[in-house]
């Protein structure tokens, strides 16, 4: 007996709307398209759970803190769960201040809400550190400590406090690959 079909026409919906959103911006340094990061947070959550929404929301992860859509659109959109998770997931910028200034500021925010999150928010938000950390430990290997020059933050100890803040924060997930594959790359980059 064959199994019925797979409904993603809510995923499908998601990347089509995250591929607009993100048209024409390439991923920081990487010489690809931005989508791809997206993308790949989508494959890192189904390898924790099959839950349409939660997949929808990795798609659509940074539109809301990259680029100009709004929460309110992704409500309008998606519904309140989706827009909920992705506003989880979300940067908040202060007014006025700089990136790199606010860097600190905002991160450790971003672990502090983590840490409080519900489980399907660490859930989207694993697929996107996760993500980030691959793409950090790759670099990392191919350019050793001038990765760091990329980032608005240069020193390496405050991204080794931002990664490991966020290991501690999604540590709920500890029981799935995605974080055990998180916390080695961690500790791959970030030797002493």
Avoid: C
């Amino acid at each position: 007996m064959a199994n019925a079909p797979l409904n993603t026409e809510l995923l499908d919906r998601a990347i089509l709307f995250a591929v607009k959103a993100h048209a024409g911006t390439e991923r920081r340094g990487k010489g690809f398209p931005y989508i791809v990061h997206p993308l790949e947070a989508v494959e890192i959550v189904a390898t924790i759970t099959p839950d349409q929404e939660l997949l929808a929301a990795a798609a659509l992860h940074d539109v809301v803190e990259d680029t100009d859509i709004s929460a309110d659109d992704l409500r309008a959109e998606f519904g309140n769960r989706i827009a909920d998770l992705v506003v989880a997931e979300s940067d908040v910028f202060v007014e006025g201040v700089s990136e790199e200034d606010s860097w600190h500021t905002r991160k450790q925010a971003a672990i502090d809400r983590l840490a409080a999150a519900p489980y399907e928010a660490k859930i989207v938000a694993m697929g996107d550190k996760l993500s980030n950390m691959r793409a950090i430990a790759r670099d990392y290997v191919r350019m050793g400590d001038e990765l760091w020059k990329i980032f608005h933050v240069k020193d390496i100890t405050e991204h080794e406090w931002h990664y490991r803040g966020l290991a501690a924060s999604l540590s709920e997930l500890s029981d799935t690959f995605p974080y055990r594959e998180f916390v080695q790359l961690i500790d791959q980059v970030f030797t002493h």
